[in-house]
Structures are given as structure tokens and as C-alpha cells.
């Protein structure tokens, strides 16, 4: 069972079917030839989180008969991810849903047409991109580069017309788009930042500043990217658990016969594979604002709703239901030996450290956005996502940036409970939280045993201020503690000045007073909610 067989002639579904695998319901190829002609939607991110969501959604529409266009992936950081994610089986691929019952969909997903390099060194890869983005019919360009790509630094900046960062590439194209026309268009974020469109639209038109201030561009290619009835920008809000593909999944796909399960390993560090393995559940809320129409996602599953709802959705996952969860338990998990979040359910300390914290501490200043209930939703990430034993997520994947989610995830909560007036030093477990943090730092875990931080852009400096905070009997000196807690890069607050500096200072004291202390520590706090 190979994917290029299922294009061929005389391809026989029978083995597949058999099998249980979902193959595509529609025409494939007259699919593919509409949208080369007539391009409505172009994505840049050719990662896992876009082939089994916002791919997979339009798979469904196309299943249905909804639509007649596919989508046309972009990939810049890592082109050879492309050639062996998506060319290597003609941009075909199979999606993989773990489902915490225990049984698994298998869904041959067909909707990307074409597969595409951003990078100068493909010549026919960039006059094609150059032809989508002058083409009228074009309607939506959407994002998952994780919230690292919308930078536009200084020295990209400098580079003019040829700019490295996928933001600068996406302005050179949209100023080809406009020479050509102004055509209308729209940007749609799908990643995990707050107010996600207003990120891509300041990222955009710095570059386009820059290059008007240089005479690069027409001032008035600045006033198209800034008219919202031109150039829309949405908000929206993604949530879809897509780890690496596993090789679980990968035994399990060979067993059945399905020949493509090979899993390459990128000269820059990227597993391409022809599969990609997720959770059964998703959410993509959109704000309904597009300049040229769009794609008809709602036949999938997409929710459209007006920006407020979209901005309450966020708050609800990112601030309360979903993230802060996910950041605290892969601290205690890196610290107690876990190496699945499923596993981690398991563990009743853990499990009612985050049920707590979500309904006792989150919860409480989180607005039902009302298309999605926050009970509910929480409820379902405790007995569904979080445990589902066949979902291969770690808490080391977890807790890279851990410095850069911090402000977001639980900084956020500590100003909405200061903005309406309510007691942040009631606060428990979102302290111990950062306590944890200043523990995990340090790279030893609960057995006395030497780790190693997960990835973080200040994991050097944080790591150095706490080296030399020593716990010892008598007086102590708290001074590297307070150089890390009074961070408003870090926490989103100065820890010390909101009132809860010396709480979190005695809770790092009781986390690092020997072997098991953390274990000791999140049960003895857990049990005084």
C-alpha cells in the first residue's frame, strides 16, 4: 500500500478499505487542476499541526462535495521537509487520529494540490509563487510558522527585496500582488498567539515601511496593506495536540502495509514522514472577515464568529482551559520522571494540582465566549485529551519556551485578577507554578538526578541566576530569586511588587530541600485547596 498508487489508474481500494483507511471521495485531479489555474488558498507551514487540521478540514469539505479547490503548502525554514514530507509521495499523506477510546481513524488526506519552497535557490518554485500571488482569484493566505516566524528583525529589514524571515517573504509577494492589481486578500493566522492578525499585519508592514522609506516599494503599497477592506487580517484561535510522528504509530502502519511510514530525519533536525499522528480533537475558531471570500471551512468543522468571541476563545484556552495546564504539569512531569502527558494522568497529585488550578484559579476571571463552553472544554481535556494513552505527547516537548509562555499563560491571569480588584496573594497553585519553574531550572530532578531543560531562547541566562541559589539552615540569600521573580519578561509581572515574590520565594526553599521535595511540595499544596 503505497499513496502514489491510490492516483494511478486501475488503483484498486480494496486492500485499503479492508484495512479501515478513508480514502479521498472527490475527483483528486480535477481538484488539482482548478486550483492551479484558479489558487484560492496558499499556506505557509508545512508542518504536522496544518496537515492534520487545517488540511484535514478541507479534505472533509471536499468529501462532501463543498468545494472544488484544494490548498497549495508553502514551506521556507526547512525545504527539504517538503521533499520528503509531501514531494516524495505527490503531496498526499495520511492522517493518523489516536482516539482516547482506544481506537484509531486513518484518513488519507488529498486536499494539498502543490508543495512549494519559498527560497531563491528554487527558481520555478518562486515564479510560481510569484504567478498565485498575482492571480485575482487568490483569496486567503494562512499562517501555523509558530509565533517565532512573524518576527521582522533589523538586519531582515536591510536585505530589501530578498528578506529571509517568512514574513518579509509573504510582503515581496504581496507587493507583486499589488502591482498587479491591489487585488484584495486575506492573511489568517492559524498560530498560538494572542490577536494573531494584528501580529501579521504590524510583521508585514514593517517590512513594507522599510522598503517605501528606501524606495523599494510605492507609499501607496503601504496604505493597501493597512486597509483592512483590502487586506484583511483575522484573528483566530487553533488547538489541535499534533506531536511528532511516533513510532508507535509508525509499527502499527507497517503492520497494516502502508508502505510510506518511513520517518527522515532533515539535515536541519525535522522528522518528515507521509504521516502525521493526532488527537481526535480540534478547535479552529476564525473571525469572520475576509476581503475575498474564502474557503468554505465551516462544512469541515471550523467555527466563524465575530472577533470578540474569537479573542474570548483565546483567553479561555491560552489563560485558563488548556495552555497554563500544559506548561504546569510538563514542569512537575521533566522534574518526576514523566515522559508522556498520558502518563502523567495517571498521577493523582498531578491530576488535581491542574484540576484545581484551572477551576480555582483560571477559571474564575474567564468569560464564556459561548461557542464553545469553558467547562466543557476543560472537561474534555481532563478525560479525553490530556489521558488519551495513544497520543505520544511529552512534557519535555511541552516545556520548550517555557520562558516565552510563561507571561501569556498565567502573567495574563495575575493582571486580570489586579484589573477587577480580586486577592492575587489568595493565589496558590499559579505561584507554585513559577516556584517549579525555578526548580526545573536547575536541571536536577526529584530523584537528585542531573536533566536537561528543554530548548528555551533564555535558557542560559535563567538557568545562571538560579545556579547560585543555595537552600541552607538559617538566614538565606534570596537575591537570585528576586532577580528572577521581579522578570516582567519572564512572568508576565514583577512578582515582588504584585504581592507574591516571598510566597513563591518560600515555595522554591520547600522545592529544593533534597530528594522528593518536589513531590512533597505539590502534594502538600495541592491538599491545602
Not at 463543498?66 to 495520511?94: C, F, K, P, W
Not at 510538563?330 to 488535581?352: A, H, N, Q, W
Not at 472537561?379 to 479525553?384: M, Q, R, S
Amino acid at each position: 500500500m503505497k499513496l502514489t498508487d491510490i492516483l494511478k489508474l486501475g488503483f484498486d481500494p480494496a486492500p485499503w478499505e479492508e484495512k479501515g483507511y478513508l480514502l479521498p471521495k472527490f475527483d483528486v485531479q480535477s481538484v488539482r487542476e482548478k486550483t492551479y489555474r484558479e489558487p484560492t488558498w496558499v499556506h505557509f507551514g508545512a508542518g504536522n499541526i496544518f496537515r492534520a487540521f487545517p488540511a484535514a478540514l478541507l479534505q472533509k469539505v471536499l468529501d462532501e462535495g463543498g468545494y472544488d479547490r484544494g490548498v497549495i503548502v508553502v514551506g521556507g525554514h526547512d525545504t527539504q521537509a517538503i521533499e520528503r514530507g509531501y514531494r516524495e509521495y505527490d503531496n498526499l499523506s495520511l492522517l493518523v487520529e489516536l482516539k482516547s477510546d482506544g481506537s484509531v481513524e486513518k484518513r488519507v488526506i488529498a486536499s494539498v494540490t502543490e508543495s512549494l519552497r519559498a527560497d531563491r535557490q528554487f527558481a520555478e518554485d518562486t515564479v510560481r509563487l510569484a504567478s498565485i500571488f498575482e492571480n485575482a482569484s487568490l483569496q486567503m493566505v494562512s499562517f501555523t510558522i509558530t509565533e517565532k516566524g512573524y518576527a521582522s528583525p533589523e538586519d531582515d529589514l536591510a536585505r530589501g527585496l530578498a528578506p529571509e524571515r517568512p514574513m518579509g517573504k509573504v510582503a515581496a509577494l504581496l507587493l507583486k500582488r499589488f502591482l498587479a492589481g491591489a487585488h484584495p486578500i486575506t492573511l489568517q493566522s492559524m498560530d498560538n498567539c494572542a490577536r494573531n492578525g494584528d501580529v501579521v499585519r504590524a510583521a508585514i508592514c514593517a517590512y513594507a515601511s522599510a522598503w517605501c522609506k528606501a524606495g523599494l516599494a510605492p507609499d501607496a503599497f503601504l496604505i493597501y496593506l493597512q486597509d483592512e477592506k483590502r487586506v484583511a487580517c483575522p484573528w483566530s484561535m487553533i488547538d489541535k495536540i499534533t506531536p511528532r510522528p511516533d513510532e508507535e504509530v509508525q509499527k502499527m502502519l507497517h503492520a497494516d502495509g502502508f508502505l510510506d511510514a518511513e520517518i527522515a530525519t532533515t539535515e536541519k533536525g525535522t522528522l518528515a514522514s507521509a504521516f502525521v499522528n493526532a488527537e481526535e480533537v480540534g478547535y479552529l475558531v476564525m473571525e469572520d472577515s475576509y476581503a475575498n471570500g474564502r474557503p468554505p471551512l465551516e462544512l469541515g468543522g471550523a467555527i466563524y464568529a465575530g472577533r470578540d468571541t474569537v479573542d474570548l476563545v483565546e483567553k479561555m484556552k491560552v489563560g485558563a482551559c488548556l495552555n497554563p495546564l500544559h506548561t504546569a504539569m510538563s514542569l512537575f512531569g521533566c522534574l518526576l520522571g514523566y515522559t508522556r502527558i498520558s502518563e502523567e494522568m495517571k498521577d493523582p497529585d498531578i491530576v488535581d494540582f491542574i484540576t484545581k488550578l484551572a477551576h480555582r484559579e483560571a477559571l474564575p476571571i474567564i468569560k464564556n465566549p459561548g461557542v464553545i463552553s469553558p467547562e466543557e472544554f476543560l472537561e474534555t481535556v481532563l478525560t479525553k485529551r490530556f489521558p488519551n494513552p495513544f497520543l505520544p505527547d511529552a512534557p519535555q516537548r511541552i516545556a520548550t519556551d517555557t520562558s516565552q509562555k510563561l507571561p501569556i499563560r498565567f502573567g495574563e491571569t495575575i493582571k486580570a485578577y489586579l484589573e477587577r480588584g480580586m486577592d492575587v496573594k489568595a493565589l496558590t497553585l499559579i505561584p507554585l507554578t513559577f516556584a517549579v519553574y525555578a526548580r526545573y531550572l536547575r536541571g536536577i530532578d526529584d530523584r537528585g538526578v542531573p536533566f536537561t531543560p528543554s530548548p528555551d531562547p533564555k535558557l542560559e541566562e535563567l538557568s545562571t541566576i538560579v545556579a547560585s541559589f543555595e537552600v541552607r539552615v538559617g538566614p538565606q540569600d534570596m537575591s537570585p530569586l528576586r532577580r528572577l521573580f521581579s522578570r516582567n519578561d519572564v512572568f508576565g509581572v514583577d512578582l515582588y511588587e504584585v504581592g507574591l515574590g516571598e510566597k513563591i520565594e518560600g515555595m522554591v526553599a520547600e522545592l529544593y530541600s533534597g530528594p522528593g521535595a518536589v513531590r512533597e511540595t505539590l502534594r502538600k499544596y495541592v491538599q491545602q485547596m
